[in-house]
């Protein structure tokens, strides 16, 4: 965008010492001002906020009066105080649950339906819209859409299990069912996955899969000998930024537990009640700001942590 | 930067990636800070509430709105309406923020909190006559024995029966167990009752069965825990009595109650015209809930404060004192989807469901004046219920682990 000020014509020969460090601190200035608006964005909505919820988390704050400085108890009672919060550790073994199916399923999903669309010769963009839109509906929306598939007497679901003699299920009363049927969700919302993995297909040169065809590889050979390597820079992106988005889950399980007006507090036994959802509770319904800061606190190290150890472990590179 | 900017951002940033789904976002935020100054002739009065239930509803308040301009002139009411569901957030952030309106609704249970920490103000001695007001409503409003708030309206939750299942309200336990069975045994694919759920909605109902057992949830000014007393463990050995009669396969369906799958249903006043509207085919009545030893039930609805931080609170008071008194209070009240707190106040006449729903409130009880009681009721209580419920646990059992839990976390020790 900037170009036109930085092709300048070649300047004269005479002048050229002359002016050089001068167009040059123009251009520092000029390069300046076009980040200042991200710059200003990140420090006071991202970087400032997060320094001040930061020093919340060692304090007693509900909001309305002075935080009060409590030191890390914060930190302690939540790992260790089972009688203040005692849904802690659940919220984080919900939250483990759902990043472990959701995260693969979503990838597998998402793999599948960009190879079709990869595949398919007319109407790719109707079926590419078909399949993105559940992406842009809005959250009110879908949960309630899902409430219905899973109703245990009329949802689709069940009607659909019965006719290959499977027994309808209590989907989003039954605890060990809960997770599962958020994480099935999670799946169909796949769209933006889809879109870059189709993104990661066309990048694949033709001549490669024209070399394997030719090698006489069948087509299961040619996606797992040369497509899906070649996704591996793809894959490794949706898996990390997947499992960052999975650990922070709340707008699905809010809009599917919320309805009437009724508080949302986590489903049947808490096996909905997300981390990110247990940490809404405690900021905005317990009165414990300070308690909530640590909890982001934790999690924010918990990401990061993880994050590491994908970029350690899991292969990058396209092979 | 200030500190209270500093604080809004935080906050707001939080709010506002948590809560981003919370739906229609129409009125914003922290809209303009309290009322402008108390000079001279012109005075501005922000107040915060609910959004309106409906068009006709958002008439009346701004009707009453322009009448007590001209009765105050000089005077301009700025009403800001927030969605149900996001209205304590954005309390929260506006107050952190230091935005808060000069008054505003205040939930229930949010009054003993407020009052404690000198965010809201006491009502000034002489502003109204105690006497003219529901007891039980103005109960609502206090915290150690003085009155922080005005109540707009109350409501309550009754039982709701389906006319052709049960052709005539139960009126006791035994009969509520024998109505849900008989109509269970008639049709397996019929739940004699849509039994409450261990969720914070269902703790929140749980009370007022307590009650009909004549027991009690706490003695807060003994600091005492009684829900582990038998009176609860009868309550909650009902609900799991009822179950039997109403599995949860069918009453977990949408809208049991309405489609006639659940032939009894607790629920308030709330849902008579939307039932009436989406089922008009659906045969139903109203009765006060069924009890044990003595009716009860618990008490909901809307009070009104005005934050410490107002510039004039005396017109703020005045506003709040206007809504509820006996002129306008049948007004509002409706318009809020309640009943009137003012004894006076002209009930806006409703449906035959509205004798049971006002016989109901004669003996409702006020919840616990204990400042971490939402947090009780979700984590503590409503487990509780809901292990009860499911056969993990006993009634008795999952009842005295609860309130061991609740004597550590508040500290109590009776």
């Not at chain 2, 509520?176 to 969720?199: I, S, T, Y």
């Not at chain 2, 396969?249 to 709330?270: V, Y």
């Not at chain 2, 008009?280 to 934050?307: C, H, M, Q, R």
């Not at chain 2, 709040?320 to 409706?334: C, K, R």
Request: with cysteine; proline share 7%.
């Amino acid at each position: 965008m900037a170009a036109p000020v930085l092709e300048r014509p070649p300047a004269r020969p005479g002048g050229r010492a002359r002016r050089r460090p001068d167009a040059r601190r123009r251009d520092h200035l000029i390069g300046a001002l076009l980040v200042a608006p991200a710059l200003a964005y990140f420090l006071v909505f991202l970087l400032y906020p997060a320094l001040s919820a930061l020093s919340y988390s060692f304090t007693d704050w509900n909001l309305r009066t002075e935080a009060a400085w409590v030191g890390l108890a914060n930190y302690a009672g939540l790992l260790f105080d089972d009688v203040k919060y005692p849904h802690f550790w659940k919220s984080v073994g919900v939250t483990l649950q759902y990043t472990l199916i959701a995260v693969p399923l979503t990838l597998v999903t998402a793999l599948a339906q960009a190879l079709l669309l990869n595949a398919v010769r007319r109407g790719a963009n109707v079926f590419r819209l078909l399949l993105f839109l559940p992406v842009v509906t809005a959250e009110a929306a879908v949960g309630a859409i899902w409430r219905w598939l899973y109703d245990p007497q009329y949802g689709l679901i069940n009607t659909l299990l019965g006719l290959v003699g499977i027994p309808g299920q209590n989907w989003l009363n039954t605890p060990e069912l809960v997770i599962p049927a958020l994480a099935f969700i999670a799946a169909w919302q796949c769209g933006i996955s889809m879109i870059i993995y189709l993104a990661g297909l066309k990048g694949i040169p033709g001549s490669v899969q024209e070399a394997a065809i030719i090698d006489g590889a069948g087509p299961w050979q040619r996606f797992r000998r040369v497509t899906f390597p070649m996704l591996r820079p793809t894959t490794f992106y949706l898996l990390v930024t997947g499992v960052i988005a999975a650990l922070q889950v709340f707008g699905l399980v809010y809009v599917i537990f919320s309805g009437n007006g009724r508080s949302v507090t986590g489903g049947p036994e808490q096996s909905g009640l997300t981390y990110v959802l247990h940490l809404y509770l405690f900021a905005f319904r317990y009165d414990a700001m300070g308690a909530a800061c640590a909890m982001s606190f934790i999690l924010l190290v918990f990401i990061v942590i993880v994050t590491a150890l994908q970029f350690r472990f899991v292969k990058q590179e396209a092979a | 930067m200030s500190r209270g900017l500093a604080r809004g951002t935080a906050v707001a940033l939080l709010a506002t990636a948590l809560a981003a789904c919370g739906g229609g976002d129409g009125s914003g935020g922290g809209t303009s800070g309290s009322g402008t100054g108390t000079g001279g002739e012109s005075r501005e009065l922000t107040f915060w509430m609910y959004q309106d239930r409906t068009p006709q509803a958002g008439q009346v308040i701004e009707r009453i709105r322009r009448d007590f301009e001209r009765a105050n002139p000089g005077v301009t009411v700025k009403l800001v309406k927030i969605p149900k569901d996001d209205y304590n957030t954005k309390l929260g952030s506006a107050l952190a923020g230091g935005s808060a309106p000069d008054a505003g609704i205040l939930d229930q249970p949010l009054v003993s909190k407020y009052a404690l920490d000198g965010t809201i103000e006491e009502v000034p001695a002489g502003l109204i006559d105690e006497a003219g007001y529901y007891r039980g409503a103005l109960d609502t409003n206090r915290a150690g024995g003085k009155l922080y708030g005005l109540p707009q309206d109350q409501t309550t939750v009754a039982l709701f029966y389906n006319r052709r299942l049960v052709p005539a309200p139960p009126k006791t336990w035994d009969e509520l167990k024998q109505a849900a069975a008989r109509v269970h045994a008639a049709d397996p694919d019929v739940a004699g009752m849509n039994v409450p759920k261990g969720d914070g909605y269902g703790a929140w109902m749980f009370p007022g069965v307590v009650h009909g057992a004549g027991g009690a949830m706490v003695d807060d000014a003994a600091k005492k825990v009684l829900f582990d007393q038998p009176p609860a463990v009868e309550a909650l050995q009902l609900w799991v009595d009822l179950q039997k009669s109403s599995p949860r396969a069918i009453t977990d369906s949408d809208k049991p109650f309405e489609n006639g799958r659940a032939a009894m249903t607790i629920s308030g006043p709330w849902d008579v015209p939307t039932i009436k509207e989406q089922f008009p085919d659906l045969d139903f009545g109203v009765a006060p809930l069924p009890y044990k030893t003595e009716p009860a039930g618990n008490i909901g609805g809307e009070n009104s404060v005005v934050f410490s931080t107002s510039d004039d609170p005396d017109l703020a008071w005045k506003w709040l004192a206007f809504l509820a008194g006996p002129d306008h209070n049948g007004a509002v009240a409706d318009a809020l989807g309640g009943f009137p707190v003012h004894l006076k106040a002209r009930v806006v006449a409703g449906g035959p469901e509205q004798a049971a729903f006002l016989e109901q409130l004669k003996v409702a009880r006020a919840r616990p004046a204990v400042p971490q009681w939402i947090q009780v009721n979700d984590e503590i209580i409503a487990p509780a219920i809901e292990s009860a419920l499911t056969g993990r646990a006993t009634a008795r059992q999952a009842l005295a682990d609860a309130a061991a839990r609740t004597r550590s976390l508040l500290g109590w020790t009776g």
